[in-house]
T-cell receptor, first 112, second 114 residues
């Protein structure tokens, strides 16, 4: 069964450093998302991406964040200058034309 | 914007009992309501979903009910098993545009004791 994959599974970085989180969505999907989950809290929407552009973003998704689909398979989230409060699980999700979003296993980001 | 409330935050049941988790939403434009199960260290996995044109949906031991008038929906798990232990999240979205973001509830930690 096709699934969303994410790398790395765990990323540790120093405050102020740039990080890139990578996702490979399910191959025939058209809509792509990033969500984050701070430890013990609910999953929060960050950004949606369709047709090579951002379709919606949340207040969390400020100028420090960017997304890109550099080729036909990868979907990346970049945080330019990480802060302590960026520490969280980051989930990539994708969907086809139907409603169902499929989530990847997540990347745990730890900012020291 | 949409706000989703979920109760209870924790639920402990004996194996074989039923479990019910309830959610309310605020935006009457929401028309798609999925439920996700999240096991420790893993991403959310869809277990069942319902659209606003349907009042109830069943899949083996799992069922979801939706009351559009009251803006609430519930997850029912019958004959619970220890492997049902996990955190369950409800979510809501308005899917008319196709892009739709999911707004999640705060989660329910279900513990099924043998």
């Amino acid at each position: 069964e096709p699934e969303v994959t994410q790398t790395p599974s765990h990323q540790v970085t120093q405050m102020g450093q740039e990080v890139i989180l990578r996702c490979v969505p399910i191959s025939n999907h058209l809509y792509f998302y990033w969500y984050r989950q701070i430890l013990g809290q609910k999953v929060e929407f960050l950004v949606s991406f369709y047709n090579n552009e951002i379709s919606e973003k949340s207040e969390i998704f400020d100028d420090q964040f960017s997304v890109e689909r550099p080729d036909g398979s990868n979907f990346t989230l970049k945080i330019r200058s990480t802060k302590l409060e960026d520490s969280a699980m980051y989930f990539c999700a994708s969907k086809a034309a139907t409603d169902t979003q499929y989530f990847g296993p997540g990347t745990r980001l730890t900012v020291l | 914007g949409e706000n989703v409330e979920q109760h209870p935050s924790t639920l402990s049941v004996q194996e074989g009992d039923s479990a019910v988790i309830k959610c309310t939403y605020s935006d009457s434009a929401s028309n798609y309501f999925p439920w996700y199960k999240q096991e420790l260290g893993k991403g959310p996995q869809l277990i069942i979903d319902i659209r606003s044109n349907v009042g109830e949906k069943k899949d083996q031991r799992i069922a979801v009910t939706l009351n559009k008038t009251a803006k609430h929906f519930s997850l029912h798990i019958t004959e619970t098993q220890p492997e049902d232990s996990a955190v369950y999240f409800c979510a809501a979205s308005a899917s008319n545009t196709g892009f739709q973001k999911l707004v999640f509830g705060t989660g329910t930690r279900l513990l099924v004791s043998p």
